[in-house]
């Protein structure tokens, strides 16, 4: 059984201050992780994921991610936030065993203030 | 084509008639996923292609809900007699393959409204 927890549903922030959306998962095997975003009216886009290998991935738009075994977490952040980050955030949990069904976070709900 | 397209974009259905939403991957993508996607809320995984089988249907909701998908390619995702709680946006995404490990590429959604 896998599950995944976004702690937060809104997180809002003023635009060049760090962000951090938080995600805590559950897995029976080891995981994949990924972060997607969606714009508003626009379809998801993968963001980065952990498959593996460093545990501290980078992905697009100056965001990074560190995947905590001993936490079972995997934090989005990014060090300055651009009025173009406003979006929904989703976190997704893999197996790489078994079934390979992907499992979605909630989604936490970036709002960004000029 | 270039990425995952959908269709229709919206549809609006009476309650009890039956819907027929496409979903063609990304050419090459032997791996492809239907999910939906109720307001304001997350992904609810719906079922998954490898090929054309589909070794898990758990995620469908109900026995009005099947899918298909011929040639590796295009999938069809049938609703049956729809009732009002079916509105969603429904979401196709394809990958390389289905091992857990690649990125999913989603298309656009079809937009469906029951009344």
């Known amino acids: 059984a896998q599950s995944v927890t976004q702690l937060d549903s809104h997180v809002s922030v003023s635009e060049g201050t760090p962000v951090l959306l938080r995600c805590n998962y559950s897995?029976?095997?080891?995981?994949?992780l990924f972060w997607y975003v969606q714009h508003p009216n626009k379809g998801l886009q993968l963001l980065l994921k952990?498959?593996?290998?460093?545990?501290l991935v980078k992905g697009i738009n100056g965001f990074e991610a560190e995947f905590k075994k001993s936490e079972t977490s995997f934090h989005l952040t990014k060090p300055s936030a651009h009025m173009s980050d406003a979006a929904e955030y989703f976190c997704?949990?893999?197996?790489?065993?078994?079934?390979?069904?992907?499992?979605f976070g909630r989604g936490t709900s970036l709002i960004v203030h000029p | 084509g270039a990425g995952v397209s959908q269709s229709p974009s919206n549809k609006v259905t009476e309650k009890g008639k039956d819907v027929e939403l496409r979903c063609d991957p990304i050419?090459?993508?032997?791996?492809l996923y239907w999910y939906r996607q109720r307001l304001g809320q997350g992904l609810e995984f719906l079922i998954y292609?490898?090929?054309?089988?589909?070794?898990?249907k758990s995620g469908l909701p109900s026995d009005r809900f099947s899918a298909e998908r011929t040639g590796e390619s295009v999938s069809t995702l049938t609703i049956q007699r729809t009732q009002q709680e079916d509105s969603a946006v429904y979401l196709c995404?394809?990958?390389?393959?289905?091992?857990?490990?690649?990125?999913?590429?989603f298309g656009p959604g079809t937009r469906l409204l029951v009344l």
């Open positions: 952990y498959t593996s290998a460093a545990t």
């Open positions: 995404a394809s990958s390389l393959g289905g091992q857990g490990q690649e990125t999913q590429y």
């Open positions: 292609f490898q090929g054309n089988s589909a070794p898990d």
């Open positions: 997704v949990v893999i197996p790489t065993g078994g079934s390979y069904i992907p499992t």
């Open positions: 897995s029976s095997y080891s995981p994949s």
């Open positions: 050419s090459g993508h032997t791996a």
